[in-house]
């Protein structure tokens, strides 16, 4: 069982490091809010699944469209916003979401909200190999959506916008569209996963979405190497089991990642796996001369 | 026919006129060359055309439509393209991706969007058709961002080409290339005319936009001085005044 829970964990983390690559991997809009919108999208399913004893599935996808509603917005102000003032934009949100849910007596404050019941299917509540099956059908739908968007001429729009945006808008790319839609994908991505989070842990309370969460999430994507999918899933697997297996580096989480993301930014800029990474260029020369 | 009318455009930044009142008109398949010394207001009259600055007063009509003040993706959509004389190329895609940017211009408005893909055959084939008009053909699957000068200041003219426009604004298409890359682009320019397709040319290096253009608009101080084939722009007092400042030496500055 234990096995099971943290791979329904790691699940998530996958889910939210997809989503932030869809913002800041190919649309090249930094976020440091990205627990923030994990959030949204926990405490709406919590709400409507615990007190207003919704079920299960149409609460999952109120915390997908109540999230991405949030995210377009978020987006709709990065309009306006560059770079490191996005930065410090999005920390922003994350400071106001999660004070929101702690003063706010209908979020629970302090102690946030409890009795979240287990997933359901028709036919009875998941166990916890169900809900993993479960977390593990939203990394392939949230792989799937960034395969998609890659490959269509959305994706080429966004990835334009990352490299330059005014070379974008010359190009008759309306730069402005895109960057409100790659945020609305990438915090749909991170309500799914907040849905998930919230029935998973039964009880969710505001400082599970600080932004120190945001940082975890960037520093797994920039690990695994941003802007690829592969690398968004590599990071999320490999810092997110780190701490399982060393009991006591979980007591020094922040400052590992802190050094992490260092290190990385340092010496190794394109992760682990990105597509200008050394290993990576590496496997795809010995994929060229077989 | 008019391609291209511009009447009373005026720009003014923190009480600065960068722009003042100033008129012409495009034909099409002519090449134009708005030239002026430093400061005149050509950079100014090159963002209020291609929407990258939208102007406080005078309007812009291009093929009988108003399109004072348009954001940048809807002149390009609608058939103006610009480059850029600081080149922008978008340096982590490829040479021939670069160029499908643009390519997917009509579609970035519709849902098609998503349903499409760029990565097919066709997609691929029309853009290395446009990297061949310009030479780059060869380069097609290198990052855009390990061409030299010369090869990126061609990538621009291709990336504009492939919205198809019917106006091309050239913005110091010449700048810090080599002589013979120079020739080169000059002919593709003059081979793009004689296609049927119109310019606006903003140069420094006279000899070669003199030998390009057919009419030629001057500015100077944001105001329009001058006008004409470019024999005539050549010899106009108020235009050697302008490049050579006699009027400031006259002041005793």
Same mark, same amino acid.
């Given at each position: 069982m234990y096995v099971y829970t943290v791979a329904t964990l790691l699940g998530i983390y996958c889910i939210l490091t997809l989503g932030l690559n869809t913002i800041t991997g190919i649309a090249g809009q930094i976020s440091?809010?990205?627990a923030a919108f994990l959030g949204i999208g926990a405490y709406t399913a919590a709400i409507l699944t615990v007190r207003h004893a919704w079920d299960f599935w149409p609460a999952l996808l109120a915390a997908v469209a109540v999230t991405a509603a949030a995210g377009a917005l978020v987006g709709a102000a990065?309009?306006?916003?560059?770079?490191?003032?996005?930065?410090?934009?999005?920390?922003?949100?994350n400071f106001v979401v999660v004070a929101v849910f702690l003063y706010f007596p209908f979020f629970g404050g302090a102690f946030g909200i409890g009795g979240i019941p287990a997933p359901s299917w028709p036919g009875g509540s998941l166990g916890k190999p169900g809900l993993f099956l479960l977390v593990l059908a939203g990394v392939l739908l949230a792989l799937g959506v960034n395969l998609w968007l890659l490959r269509s001429w959305v994706g080429l729009a966004l990835l334009a916008t990352r490299e330059d945006e005014d070379a974008a808008r010359a190009a008759g790319v309306n730069v402005r569209r895109f960057k409100i839609v790659a945020?609305?994908?990438?915090?749909?991505?991170?309500?799914?996963?907040?849905? @998930?989070?919230?029935?998973? #842990?039964? @009880?969710?309370? /505001?400082?599970?979405?600080? @932004? +120190?969460?945001?940082?975890?999430?960037?520093?797994?994507?920039?690990?695994?190497?941003?802007?690829?999918?592969?690398?968004?899933?590599?990071?999320?697997?490999?810092?997110?089991?780190? /701490?399982?297996?060393?009991? /006591?580096? +979980?007591?020094?989480?922040? #400052?590992?990642?802190? +050094?992490i993301l260092l290190l990385m930014m340092r010496w190794a800029p394109h992760g682990l796996l990105g597509d200008e990474s050394a290993l990576w260029r590496a496997l795809a020369r010995r994929r060229g001369a077989p | 026919m008019t391609l291209l009318e511009v009447t009373g455009l005026t720009k003014r930044y923190a009480g600065l006129t960068a722009l003042d009142r100033v008129s012409f008109a495009v034909s099409e398949a002519e090449i134009l060359g708005l030239f002026g010394p430093n400061g005149a207001g050509k950079t100014t009259c090159f963002h209020c055309l291609s929407g990258f600055a939208v102007p406080d007063g005078g309007r812009v009509v291009f093929d009988g439509r108003d399109v004072t003040g348009?954001?940048?993706? $809807?002149?390009?959509?609608?058939?103006?393209?610009?480059?850029?004389?600081?080149?922008?190329?978008? %340096? &982590?895609?490829?040479?021939?991706? &670069?160029?499908?940017?643009?390519?997917?211009?009509?579609?970035?408005? $519709?849902?098609?969007?998503?349903?499409?893909?760029? $990565?097919? %055959?066709?997609?691929?084939r029309r853009?290395?058709?446009?990297?061949? %008009?310009?030479?780059?053909?060869?380069?097609?699957?290198?990052?855009?961002?390990?061409?030299?000068?010369?090869?990126?200041? $061609?990538?621009e003219v291709a990336r504009a080409l492939a919205l198809a426009p019917r106006l091309l604004l050239l913005d110091e298409p010449f700048g810090g290339l080599a002589a013979e890359e120079t020739a080169a682009l000059a002919a593709l320019v003059a081979d793009l005319r004689a296609q049927g397709l119109t310019v606006v040319l903003v140069e420094h290096q006279m000899r070669v936009a003199m030998a390009l253009v057919d009419r030629v608009v001057v500015l100077d101080h944001g105001a329009l001085i001058a006008a004409g084939p470019p024999d005539a722009v050549r010899g106009d007092a108020r235009v050697v005044e302008a490049y050579l400042g006699t009027d400031a030496v006259a002041r005793g500055h």
């Open positions: 440091l809010g990205h990065a309009i306006r916003v560059r770079e490191d003032f996005l930065a410090i934009t999005t920390m922003g949100v945020f609305t994908v990438g915090t749909a991505l991170a309500g799914l996963a907040g849905s @998930f989070y919230a029935h998973f #842990l039964t @009880f969710i309370s /505001p400082e599970d979405f600080g @932004f +120190a969460f945001s940082i975890t999430i960037l520093c797994m994507l920039v690990f695994g190497g941003i802007g690829t999918n592969r690398g968004a899933i590599l990071g999320a697997g490999v810092l997110g089991v780190l /701490p399982e297996l060393f009991r /006591p580096l +979980a007591d020094y989480r922040m #400052l590992t990642y802190g +050094a | 348009w954001p940048p993706h $809807r002149l390009a959509q609608a058939g103006i393209a610009r480059t850029f004389q600081i080149v922008r190329p978008f %340096r &982590n895609l490829t040479v021939l991706d &670069n160029v499908l940017v643009a390519l997917g211009h009509r579609r970035y408005e $519709r849902l098609g969007a998503l349903l499409g893909t760029w $990565r097919g %055959r066709e997609p691929r853009a290395l058709g446009i990297l061949e %008009r310009v030479g780059l053909a060869a380069e097609a699957d290198r990052m855009a961002g390990l061409l030299p000068l010369g090869m990126l200041k $061609r990538l």
